[in-house]
């Protein structure tokens, strides 16, 4: 059995577990206290949703087997600065709580850097990619893989099944990650003598609204209107971006391959739902498909399933190797408090996860190996990675 505690904007009642015991109440002494910084409303409160969901699900099988009680303490962020470092500094005032699980986002994990870097608390971030961020502070793990570990390996195969030549990239220049991931993918791009970018677009949202069609209209025009018309679309957004831009551009007529880090297999399912094979063609450059043949990945799709009644996301999949992580720097840690939690994370390498052999590196960030995958028929199909 383990606990999970309210603090301010709770909506978790909506993501439980079959099967699953989980208590409203207040901490025991002998509980291991975790906090968790996600939304679970506002434009980012669907995805923060799934990640719950696998959080819950990796606390229900491991912990037992662990031999440990742990409690969680969610806080929402709204998918905004001022909603993370709000609930950043409640956690950082609670006794006894040394990590916590969050942000999402590589503008809000920024945000909260000099947090980290002022106090003895850890945060273990389950999505956010933006590569320098976690040399940034001792304090801050990530589990996803950075822009510089995919972008290369994602582009070199992506091109050698594509063979473009002509391409445009678009991206949000609102957002740390987006941005970052551009100037990645430009400068790996211009490394390649055969490859010309001919345009080079940006677009913003205010700061939790979503992108609407209007944000990138004109840009999109000025893409689709090249001569020769480009092959590819190298686009860096946010999730909710995706789910907007690609059905317009399908209902413009295009017919460029959108190549996308981190596109989700929701993502795919939603930008479909709109607008029927807006998504098909797709490649993304990811971390997981649930058609992974690691034992253990095939052992989490089916209890996820048994639990939820459907595959889990690219989002449950995050919450729920980043908490196995947790688990284990505690099964390993002499001691719950924030020293001897963050050394056995940061000692953590070649461990076998869903996402495969997992290690930190010296900064706290991911190593494992990326994939790439295209979207045939409303799902992922993996290509064979290759480099250079």
Known sequence: MYRFLFSVFFLIVSVGLSGCDVMETSPEDTDL???VAIPQTGIGGVIGQSVTSGIHLAIQELETLSNLNIALAFIDTRATVMGTEDAYRQFIGMENLPVIIGPLTSTNTEAIIPMLNENDIISLGPTSSKQGLSAQSENLFRLSLTNDRIIPT???TSKANLDFKNVATLYNSGDAFSIASNESIVDELQAYNDITVVVQASYSAQEGTLLSEADV???LDNILSTTPPVDAIFLSGLSP???????YAYRKGNSASFVIP????ASVHTIN??????AEGAVTFSIWLSSSPNSLSKTFVES???????IPDDWATRGYAATSLLIEAFRRSPAYDYNSVRNSLADIRDFPTILGSFSFDH??????DPVVAVVRNNDFSAWPAMSK
């Open 273 to 278: 739902s709109r607008e029927p094979g807006a």
């Open 363 to 368: 900064h706290g960030d991911a190593v494992y």
């Open 304 to 310: 996820y399933m048994n639990n939820f009644g459907a």
């Open 262 to 265: 981190l596109l989700s297999i």
């Open 241 to 247: 971006d995706h789910d907007v831009i690609l059905p």
């Open 217 to 219: 209209s004109s840009q």
């Open 154 to 156: 994602g582009i070199s």
């Open 33 to 35: 206290l975790i906090g």
